[in-house]
């Protein structure tokens, strides 16, 4: 991988990892339309540039993180579930990853549920991440389980989760966003945990690739967040399920053409 695909990758992570859209769809496509060979510090790389993402949340939200200790046991309640499956459904998550086939069929039946989604949950009754209960922020937590089949998208299954739970739109996006900064720490600690636990390390020239893909991820995430929250707020989510809808469709024709279509 070099540094345009890189910075390619890195901006592709940035739009999508908080979008209701499946970064990992969108990874596929571009991987495998640039060529990229997967190996152990692609996948790496592909994890840690989240650590950018998350950090446009932090400075974005930033006061919002010292708000009350009751924010942080909310988001440690919401964590938990994800822990816990990922824990013990680890090896058939990672046979998961590695079918496009079920990426882009998560996609499409992801994208028919978020048109209707709007219809569904209309009546709203917390318009504040503050107002979230533990329950409530712990059955948020069990949907985020859904975003560990991939092409399902994180941010669809807690955002469509905090709206089941009588969410408005802002508040369960908003929520989306937290959970996001441990969930994705943990994931990429993790990954690094394996990947020098394997046996791997990281040269100069992809710790130059990382650095880069962070502040790249962190810049395009900033933009995206703050244009998602403006949309979502005056359109919904019916655009957002017919894009899916299309995405996982490339996909299958790639498939069905005989292309050679890669999760990295």
Known sequence: MNLIEAIV????????????????????????????????????????????????????????????????????????????????????????????????????????????????????????TSQISHRQAFI?????????????????????????QKLSRKAAAEFSFFLAVPTMFGATVKKLYDFYKDGYTINSQDMHLLIIGNLVAFIVALIAIRSFITFLQNRGFRLFGWYRIIIGGIILVFLLSGYNLQVI
């Open 9 to 128: 990758l890195a901006i592709i992570e940035g739009l999508t990892e908080f979008l209701p859209v499946s970064s990992t769809g969108h990874m596929i496509i571009a991987s495998s339309l640039m060529g990229i060979q997967s190996n152990e510090f692609v996948k790496l790389f592909t994890v840690a540039i989240q650590l950018g993402a998350i950090l446009s949340v932090i400075v974005l939200y930033f006061k919002r993180f010292f708000q009350s200790i009751d924010f942080y046991i909310k988001l440690l309640i919401a964590f938990i579930p994800a822990v816990i499956f990922g824990l013990l459904f680890s090896k058939k998550i990672d046979a998961l990853l590695e079918s496009p086939l079920g990426v882009a069929l998560a996609l499409v039946i992801g994208g028919i549920v978020l048109l209707f989604v709007d219809k569904w949950f209309n009546k709203p009754v917390s318009d504040s």
């Open 140 to 164: 948020i937590g069990l949907f985020q389980c859904l975003s560990m089949i991939p092409g399902t998208s994180r941010s669809a299954a807690t955002i469509v989760g905090g709206m089941a």
